[in-house]
């Protein structure tokens, strides 16, 4: 019979064999939003599924409000090892690779197309193919919001209404473009910066979300004018391609699928909190106008146009998106 003490030295010499415990594979997540931003508590919610779904062999460590890195900065640093992740505004990727740029057209996407797993899927894997030159990985792309006029003294309900106004808006080149062609002179400005901007003058209106609108500018913007999915925003997840690559195949589903659960359900969840956020504004007694059909139409052949060059310049990528509309039951 083996003695209590044989037992101990058993088990500490199979404990020296087998080593010391794999340290979790850490995974950087930073943001520039606030820590009560609704995409802080989805990256929180995301680092909770993949700590479930591998034990804890991944960390994933959010740092928002800037903490450690802007997107901007946070995207120029993956591959560096200092961050594995990124969730910025897809307009940022525009400058790594052109033809994602197509996220920022005009009615590019819509919430019925994105709300459809197949072509949500097919286009998530159209825009990664894009940045993998750059050795960088799309895993999906989630709502930012449908975003709208806001004006604090001009009631606009027609196109004609925005002429002559300096407007803060974000976009790509496209889009800029397309506001100049609604005689409407585009200000870049930070976001926390356009309410003082707007009251002050500085500018006569902005081109927000419903949380810009209802969380940082007020009552103050009182007039908002709605042209449904002029341009529908988005959020990038952008991974380390390298780091992902390497990660054992268990790990890398972890994370997969935990990003994929987040953006199923964020894409639902987001539009009810911007409806929500517009009666909201409402009912404080805003004027909330939407462009009717007749006036939508006028939009869309606006948009057709400003987005010519862009199709003739990336005639493949149009074609794969026409296959992936006309395969997956959507037109956009």
């Not at 940045?131 to 960088?136: I, S």
């Not at 002559?164 to 409407?184: A, P």
């Not at 449904?228 to 390497?246: E, I, R, S």
Request: aromatic fraction near 8%.
């Amino acid at each position: 019979m083996l003695s209590p003490k044989s037992f101990l030295v058993a088990g500490l010499t199979l404990a020296a064999l087998a080593g010391p415990a794999a340290a979790a594979e850490t995974l950087v997540l930073p943001n520039e939003v606030a820590a009560t931003h609704w995409k802080t508590d989805y990256q929180k919610q995301f680092g909770d599924l993949v700590k479930q779904k591998t034990g804890g062999k991944i960390d994933v460590q959010v740092f928002p409000a800037g903490q450690l890195y802007n997107e901007q900065d946070a995207l120029a640093a993956l591959g560096t090892g200092s961050v594995q992740m990124v969730w910025p505004v897809s307009v940022r990727i525009e400058s790594i690779a052109p033809q994602t740029g197509v996220l920022n057209l005009p009615f590019a996407v819509s919430d019925k197309m994105m709300t459809n797993a197949c072509f949500s899927s097919g286009l998530t894997e159209i825009i990664s193919s894009y940045v993998e030159p750059r050795g960088l990985k799309v895993l999906a792309l989630l709502r930012t919001a449908d975003l709208f006029f806001i004006f604090s003294g001009k009631d606009v309900k027609k196109m004609e209404d925005l002429k002559g106004t300096k407007v803060r808006v974000t976009g790509g080149r496209i889009f800029l473009d397309t506001m100049r062609r609604l005689g409407v002179s585009p200000v870049s400005m930070a976001a926390s910066e356009m309410s003082s901007a707007l009251s002050q003058g500085a500018i006569d209106g902005v081109f927000t979300s419903p949380a810009g609108w209802a969380e940082m500018i007020g009552i103050s913007g009182k007039y908002a004018w709605y042209v449904p999915g002029f341009q529908l925003a988005t959020y990038a997840v952008v991974v380390d391609g390298a780091w992902y690559d390497k990660l054992a195949p268990d790990l890398r589903e972890a994370v997969s699928s935990s990003i994929h659960e987040i953006a199923q359900r964020e894409w639902v969840e987001a539009k009810a909190a911007d409806d929500k956020l517009i009666e909201k504004m409402k009912a404080q007694g805003a004027q909330f106008h939407v462009a009717d059909e007749a006036e939508l139409a006028r939009w869309r052949d606006l948009a057709k146009r400003a987005v010519e060059p862009f199709d003739k310049a990336h005639p493949d990528l149009v074609a794969k998106i026409k296959k992936l509309e006309a395969s997956c039951g959507v037109g956009g």
